[in-house]
Nanobody, 125 residues
Framework: QVRLVQSGGGSVQAGGSLRLSCPASGYILRDHCVGWFRRAPGKEREGVARIGRSGAIIYADSVKGRFTISRDIAENTLYLQMNSLKPEDTAMYYC???????????????????WGQGTQVTVSS
């Protein structure tokens, strides 16, 4: 059984940093495509970042240069380091995993069958 159990998140002032963690069980993250999504109030869920099976990384334009996605092979954990946070980054964040990512240059939500429970990130101005 695949389990993604998120931790991290919380509240921070604009300009601050947070790190989200997503340890996996029943699933080897290194061998699969993994990513982070978010849903802001009143908006659709959007892809934030993802690492393909080859290690190729894609970021949403809105987070480039501020967020870093990584995976720790030994700990089988996915991370999202978020720096220079802005109020518009406020959202529920989700980690996700899939056997296969269909697109090379964009993050396709429909590719991902396995999801974490979500964790809230709130950035105040």
């Amino acid at each position: 059984q695949v389990r993604l159990v998120q931790s991290g998140g919380g509240s921070v002032q604009a300009g601050g940093s947070l790190r989200l963690s997503c340890p996996a069980s029943g699933y080897i993250l290194r061998d699969h495509c993994v990513g982070w999504f978010r849903r802001a109030p009143g908006k659709e869920r959007e892809g934030v970042a993802r690492i393909g099976r080859s290690g190729a990384i894609i970021y949403a334009d809105s987070v480039k240069g501020r967020f870093t996605i990584s995976r720790d092979i030994a700990e089988n954990t996915l991370y999202l380091q978020m720096n220079s946070l802005k109020p518009e980054d406020t959202a529920m964040y989700y980690c996700a995993a899939t056997d296969y990512c269909s697109a090379v240059t964009r993050i396709v939500e429909e590719d991902f069958p396995y999801w974490g429970q979500g964790t809230q990130v709130t950035v105040s101005s």
